[in-house]
Nanobody
């Protein structure tokens, strides 16, 4: 069973920056995809960004140019650098990993709160 531990959330003013970290209990080279989702109050969970094992990235339109996803294979960690934060970025951010072994498998982190004040 894979464990994911997120950190780096907090309270920041609009225009500020935060870096989220997601440390996995196993080598992230095992995963086909790693990503960050977020869920704001009374809204559905949405994909923010993800990165494949080969390094291809995807960003939601709302965060393009402001957020950067990266991975450190040696530390089994994926990061989400968030710059120029806006109040509408306020949400609980969840780390997610997926891998294929006979069938598709995935695991979620516990979530970390990001609050952006105006």
């Amino acid at each position: 069973q894979v464990q994911l531990v997120e950190s780096g959330g907090g309270l920041v003013q609009a225009g500020g920056s935060l870096r989220l970290s997601c440390a996995a209990s196993k080598s992230i080279l095992n995963f086909n995809k790693m990503g960050w989702y977020r869920q704001a109050p009374r809204k559905q969970r949405e994909l923010v960004a993800d990165i494949t094992r080969l390094g291809s990235t995807y960003y939601a339109e709302s965060v393009k140019g402001r957020f950067t996803i990266s991975r450190d294979n040696a530390k089994n960690t994926v990061y989400l650098q968030m710059n120029s934060l806006k109040p509408q970025d306020t949400a609980v951010y969840y780390c997610h990993v997926g891998w294929f072994r006979d069938t598709w498998n995935d695991t979620w982190g516990q979530g970390t709160q990001v609050t952006v004040s105006s």
